[in-house]
């Protein structure tokens, strides 16, 4: 039995020549594509389910011994396609490599942070990134520039390297 029947709110698609409008569902497939593309293939052996909105916290709902997940996004989601987007987005990278023994890595949630950050850029629309995901992300972006810094470091000559730091 269905909890009810008035969360269809992105999940409505309308007709449109050669297809539909795009849902939660669409969008999806668009995310995981794109997160492919940038962070590597998923793996296949785990079965996406679907989306569905649970609680007050998103995350990727792991079912019963089974090599089955499931994105659950907020409540609060349900009404702001702004969050669900973005909780979208966010979870999506997730859904690479899912584990289910335990949290996940700060730096994974700073990734999948930033990557909801532009997959919401590219729409045209705001994150509403807040809480633990806001020092996530700055430290993932603190790790993302320091890499850069070693990266420049390999071919910049050391008194170079030092100005950089200055």
């Known amino acids: 039995m269905s909890a009810d029947s008035d969360a269809a709110l992105g999940f409505v698609s309308a007709p449109i020549q050669g297809g539909g409008t795009w849902t939660h569902t669409t969008r999806l497939g ?3 594509a794109k997160a492919e593309a940038r962070f590597g293939p998923r793996q296949m052996d785990w079965t996406i389910l679907g989306i569905e909105f649970f609680g007050d916290i998103p995350h990727i709902w792991y079912l019963g011994g089974r090599k089955h997940v499931a ?25 690479l490599s899912p584990n289910n023994i335990g949290p996940a890595l700060i730096i994974e949630e700073g990734i999948a942070s ?15 990134l807040s ?5 996530a992300r700055a430290l993932t972006r603190a790790c993302r520039q320091l890499s850069q810094i070693r990266a420049a470091a390999r071919w910049m000559p050391p008194r170079k390297f030092r100005a950089v730091l200055s």
């Open 71 to 95: 994105i659950r996004l907020t409540q609060n989601a349900r009404f702001n396609i702004n969050e669900a987007l973005f909780q979208l987005a966010h979870e999506t990278v997730h859904l």
């Open 114 to 128: 930033l990557f909801a950050d532009e997959m919401m850029a590219e729409l045209n629309m705001a994150s509403p």
């Open 131 to 135: 809480g633990n995901y806001i020092e």
């Open 30 to 32: 668009d995310f995981l």
